[in-house]
């Protein structure tokens, strides 16, 4: 048992098995929700239950955060670093913008504490099994007295730069998922324009030079409705590469790739 105390925000499909992580490799850990029955398997697994996001703040030396966007960062990080003490490091797990990093970082330096951006790539299988990419922007001091946890939920972890360079980084692995999902698309729809059989096309294209991951998701689907889940989340992260590079030639053809795939899978606007 390391005597390192750690906390985790964000306990849904992808922060809680990282947090779970965590608590199996040793350090005491402190979890708080807005939904309190969330936090009953992290208590039965041994984690303590934080009464307020400032109480767990006071408590940690680590702090992870992994919640859905720029707003909910937001929110709980207003609470949180105003208690966190100084040498205490703050990691943001979620996708959000780089500037928003960037105020975070100064906000938390102005108080003694380290921060990382820090966003994940695997999903929550890739968490659960300890295999989560992690991809860092922030000092190298904050990515060595981080790296111990992150270590404990993943298997490739990368210093990119200061902050906000996980989050570039982020948003352009997501957009180029996104683009090989609409890239496989397209190239279905054409293999049925031909009389191809889809499920030979999918083995064919497995074994041979145009395979991805992303075709290989989108293979399985029965439809492009069927990802409406993530659908979502890969149109906020391409949408967010395009604000950030407004007038950029390469991120203006992710965002074109992935188009007419995202359109077909999600219920809401692309735009």
Known sequence: MT??????????????????????????LTVWARRPEAL??????????????????????????????DRGVAEICDQLIPAMRPGSLLAIH????????????????????????????????AAAAGKLTVMCGGSAEAFAQAKPVFDSFSGVCVHLGPVGSGQH??????????????LAHAAFGA???????RAALAELVKASSGRS?????????????AFAIGAPLLVKDVNLLKSVLPDNAGAEALRAAAEPFLAAANPEPTR
Do not use: W
């Open 3 to 28: 005597e390192l105390r750690t906390g985790f925000i964000g306990l849904g499909s992808q922060g809680g098995p990282m947090a779970e992580r965590m608590l199996a490799a040793g350090y005491p």
């Open 40 to 69: 009953a398997p992290f208590i039965e697994k041994g984690a303590r239950a934080a009464a307020s996001v400032a109480e767990l703040g006071a408590a940690c030396d680590h702090v992870g955060v992994c919640v859905v966007d």
């Open 94 to 125: 979620s996708t959000i913008l780089p500037e928003s990093c960037v105020d975070l970082a100064a906000r938390c330096a102005a108080r003694g504490i380290a921060f990382l951006d820090a966003p994940v790539s695997g999903g929550g299988p």
């Open 169 to 182: 980084a982020k948003l352009v692995n997501n957009a180029l998922m996104a683009a090989n999902m609409g």
């Open 191 to 197: 293999a049925e324009a031909l009389g191809i059989d």
């Open 213 to 225: 991951f992303g075709f290989e998701v989108y293979a399985r689907l029965p439809s492009p409705a």
